[in-house]
């Protein structure tokens, strides 16, 4: 139990245009879902917490008009870089844990975007 | 907030061995984790544990949450072994992860 689907695994975009990522909880429904972003070689940064039903909550330093979360329903959330440019290329991971958190949290497979 | 460092940075092994990685953190947590990261990006948890020994195969793992560590066995390593290891906290009454900067594992044949 506790899958989580992430989609696209891998897109190549070019300067200015938008993509968007999704992430889906598949055997629970996950109120709040996290966004993180990897740089190669380092570890996961947490980018944002999205709320369902809500506005998403922003680390320090995370451009929310860049990154725009929207968790519209209990099992999906999706990340949408907009007006994307090569500095944006880099790994997004989400996660989610099931109700009651117990067995901690299950991450999506990744998404590599590259901005050219 | 919560540091969290792992060590060593990086662990070169020849197949058969064993090995300990280690992961220290600066406050109490109510949750750690343990990820392997494979060669394809995903995160496969391998073990939730605030506290306490578990084993699961060939990889076991404890928690001395007195002691602010924990550390994650590999024995009789195998060459699908490799890839990028990293223990994970969760402080306080939020539910935000807080990652290490991981192990990264090559496992020779």
């Known amino acids: 139990g506790a899958v989580v689907s992430q989609h696209p695994s891998r897109v190549i975009c070019k300067s200015g245009t938008s993509v968007k990522i999704e992430c889906r909880s598949l055997?629970?429904?996950?109120?709040?879902m996290f966004w993180y972003r990897q740089f190669p070689k380092q570890s996961l940064m947490l980018m944002a917490t999205?709320?369902?039903?809500?506005?998403?909550?922003?680390e320090q330093g995370v451009e929310k008009d860049k990154f725009l979360i929207n968790h519209a329903s209990l099992t999906l959330s999706t990340l949408t870089v907009t007006s994307a440019h090569p500095e944006d290329s880099s790994f997004y991971i989400c996660?989610?844990?099931?109700?009651?958190?117990?067995?901690?949290?299950?991450f999506g497979s990744g998404t590599r975007l590259t901005v050219v | 907030g919560i540091q969290v460092e792992q060590s060593p940075p990086d662990l070169i092994l020849q197949e058969g061995a064993n090995s300990t990685l280690r992961c220290n953190f600066s406050?109490?947590?109510?949750?750690l984790q343990w990820f392997h990261q494979n060669p394809w990006g995903q995160l496969i948890n391998l073990f939730y544990?605030?506290?306490g020994t578990k084993q699961n195969g060939r990889l076991s793992a404890t928690t001395v949450a007195t002691e602010r560590y924990s550390l994650l066995y590999i024995s009789s390593s195998q060459t699908t072994d490799s890839g990028v290891y990293f223990c994970?906290?969760?402080?306080?009454?939020?539910?935000?992860?807080?990652f290490g900067g991981g192990t990264r594992v090559l496992v020779k044949p």
């Open positions: 996660s989610a844990t099931a109700p009651g958190g117990a067995r901690g949290y299950t």
């Open positions: 055997d629970f429904q996950a109120t709040t």
């Open positions: 999205s709320n369902e039903g809500s506005k998403a909550t922003y």
């Open positions: 406050d109490s947590v109510n949750n």
């Open positions: 544990i605030p506290s």
């Open positions: 994970a906290v969760l402080r306080g009454a939020g539910n935000k992860l807080t």
